[in-house]
């Protein structure tokens, strides 16, 4: 039976927020407790989105343990993002660090403790005192199950303030009228196969991660990046895709996580000859340099003869020397990964590691209010009314081209606040709702009869795992011109092919056919953003690194070719054309003085 308008239900509200992760229950949290009527969509339940897995912290420099401040936090994060980040955003953020986690820290959250009471923190790659001297410790935990702390407290004052959820409903796409303001979304009820249209004066996307794109990755399955896709269709540009984190620590072979408080705590990497090989790297971090930087010299040994195992193609991370007692206080979920998915005990042996997909620092463009910006006019950031971004979706941008950990616990916490109130704001001033154009479902009911009407057609998981091969290869940690300018033909001609998915099975109770099919549309989206904008960076930047640009001879100082001259700006995809613009990065913040570029060592 196919999809019809006169079958659909409409629902009014006065926000709806795509996504139950950390970031969409934070700003949820801020509207339900304005008296505001707000509906969170969710595909899974609330607390099975991906910020439960969220392991190692929330930076913020609280200096708990060892002497911190913001400005030390800024200059970090500035220095991270390889100077990619907008300055404005990041002070922004790393002032409202302490006070966002203190937040956090009265609504329940079981942080670990010091013995005198305080918020426990660790060391974190990246995270220094006094301006790279030494490591600070900065990342406040839970164990290693910070996000699973944060996400359940977050749920648990989202009943209390009567947030309504919507579990497993899986929103489809943004509706904009006639001016171009976002006034509702389309969405799926997994349950019953039905397609409603649920009305508001704000729309806020807290869909996540788009990790899936990658063959081997960290995330969880449904980090499909469906904001992206419904951003990315309806005529918003995707901004620096090509910037995607690998975790230096994934399980070999598992592409589970094992977070960077493992070494957070002091555990160490080995290459083949038993040697610490962070040393010659990053003399001053060693182990605890930026993911970025972990990552390329990992794949770096492994490429030179010095990884282990029977094919060379891993290194090892020890941890035996922490002690079987701070290994099961501080990391007892490390511990049962080790066991459960790699079959060793890390109180006794080291654990193969590779370099995993785990971030992307790119997303939906957004100011600090969460607003989404295009270009417009002349004009860079003008606002698209009714819409905003915040979490692992958007970009705002504080992680430029490499996010330090524990930074987007923190950016779910800071932007989710600033969203909220900002759409609180909004709300009391605008008291109806602008009219649903009368075309409100249509794209979502084309896209769903053209799959219901094809039997025949491709089945979606052989287009996605061809997707996740692509990315795989001509998107990884050392990249070539050559082999992007590939990736970008593949991608380009599986993007066809996604128009040719088709369904077997049309029945509409709980078909997750239909589910992955759609979710497939998001994935080449976010896949055609990053393919495209990374094969057109002629530079090194942060995680984006290409061997045709590397020690270029006119720019002696900068020791992996990163290109200032050229290159200080963000790149913003467009799905309808296939192609770029840029803008200008943002070097100034809001009150201190900017860090101008320089090289980048540790
Ligand atoms: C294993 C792992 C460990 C990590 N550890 C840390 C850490 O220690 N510190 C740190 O700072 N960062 C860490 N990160 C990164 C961080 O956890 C994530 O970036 C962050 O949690 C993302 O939160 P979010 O709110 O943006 O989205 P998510 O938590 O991914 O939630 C997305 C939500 O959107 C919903 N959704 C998606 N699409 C749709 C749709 N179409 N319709 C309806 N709902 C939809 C999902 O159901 C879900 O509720 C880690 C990430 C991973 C993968």
């Known amino acids: 039976m196919s999809y019809t308008s006169s079958s659909i239900t409409k629902r009014k509200f006065d926000v709806v927020i795509v996504g139950a992760g950390g970031s969409g229950m934070r700003a949820s949290l801020q509207l339900a407790r304005a008296g505001l009527n707000v509906a969170v969509l969710s595909k899974v339940f609330p607390t099975r989105s991906h910020t439960v897995a969220a392991q190692g912290g929330i930076g913020a420099s609280l200096g708990n343990m060892s002497e911190d401040n913001w400005h030390y936090h800024f200059y970090d994060t500035v220095k991270g993002s390889d100077w990619l980040g907008d300055q404005d955003a990041i002070e922004y953020m790393c002032r409202e660090a302490p006070k966002v986690v203190y937040e956090l820290e009265h609504f329940g959250m079981p942080f670990d403790r010091n013995p005198d009471g305080t918020i426990y ?3 974190f790659g990246g995270h220094t005192a006094n301006y790279g001297e030494k490591p600070v410790q900065r ?11 944060m996400l359940h407290t977050l749920y648990q004052q989202n009943v209390s303030a009567k947030t309504q959820f919507f579990v497993e409903w899986m929103a489809l796409d943004l509706i904009r009228d006639a001016e171009g303001d976002v006034v509702g979304v389309t969405a799926l009820e997994m349950e019953t196969g039905d397609l409603h249209i649920l009305q508001a004066k704000t729309v806020l996307l807290a869909t996540g991660g788009a990790g899936r794109i990658f063959a081997a ?14 951003a990315a269709r309806s005529g ?8 995607w984190q690998f975790h230096p620590t994934g399980v070999a072979g598992a592409g589970v996580l094992l977070t960077e408080g493992c070494r957070g705590e002091g555990a160490i990497l080995l290459n083949n000859k038993g040697e610490r090989f962070m040393e010659r790297y990053a003399p001053t971090l060693k182990d605890l340099a930026p993911r970025d930087f972990v990552s390329r010299s990992m794949d770096q040994e492994i490429k030179e003869g010095r990884g282990c195992g029977p094919n060379g193609d891993y290194v090892l991370l020890k941890l035996d020397h922490l002690g079987a007692e701070t290994i099961h206080k501080r990391l007892p979920s490390v511990y049962e990964i080790g066991v459960n998915f790699a079959n060793v005990d890390i109180t006794k042996e080291p654990i193969p590691v590779v370099p995993t997909i785990h971030y992307q620092m790119g997303g939906i463009p957004t100011n600090i209010n969460g607003q989404v910006v295009v270009q417009q006019n002349g004009n860079d950031r003008a606002i698209v009314n009714g819409l905003y971004a915040v979490g692992e979706c958007s970009c705002v941008s504080v992680h430029g081209a490499n996010r330090l950990g524990t930074n987007s616990l923190l950016d779910l916490l800071v932007f989710g606040k600033s969203a909220g109130n900002h759409i609180v704001e909004f709300a009391s001033r605008t008291k109806s709702h602008k009219e649903l154009p009368k075309d409100a479902a249509d794209k979502s009911l084309a896209r769903l009869n053209r799959l219901d009407s094809d039997a025949k057609g491709e089945y979606c998981q052989t287009v996605a795992n061809d997707i996740r091969a692509t990315m795989q290869q001509h998107a990884g940690v050392f990249r070539t011109q050559a082999s992007m300018d590939e990736g970008v033909r593949k991608i380009n001609a599986i993007r066809e092919r996604v128009g040719g998915i088709g369904l077997k099975d049309t029945s509409k ?3 997750m056919a239909r589910i992955e099919a759609l979710e497939v549309e998001n994935l080449i989206e976010c896949a055609q953003a990053t393919m495209i904008s990374a094969a057109a960076r002629k530079e090194c930047r942060g995680a984006h690194t290409v061997k045709d640009y590397e020690h270029p001879a006119d720019h002696p100082t900068a020791p992996l070719g990163r290109d200032d001259a050229n290159w200080m700006k963000h790149t913003l995809w467009h799905s309808a054309s296939n192609s770029l613009t840029y803008k200008a990065v943002n070097l100034k913040p809001l009150t201190v003085e900017s860090v101008p570029p320089k090289v980048r060592t540790f």
Do not use: K, W, Y
Request: proline share 5%; glycine share 10%; net charge negative.
């Open 121 to 123: 923190q660790r060391p």
């Open 217 to 230: 990755s960290t995330n969880a399955f449904i980090n499909t990046g469906d904001g992206l896709g419904m």
């Open 509 to 511: 109770v709980f078909n």
């Open 236 to 243: 918003i540009p995707l901004q620096d895709m090509e910037f």
């Open 139 to 149: 990342a406040c935990a839970a164990a290693d199950r910070t996000g699973h702390a």
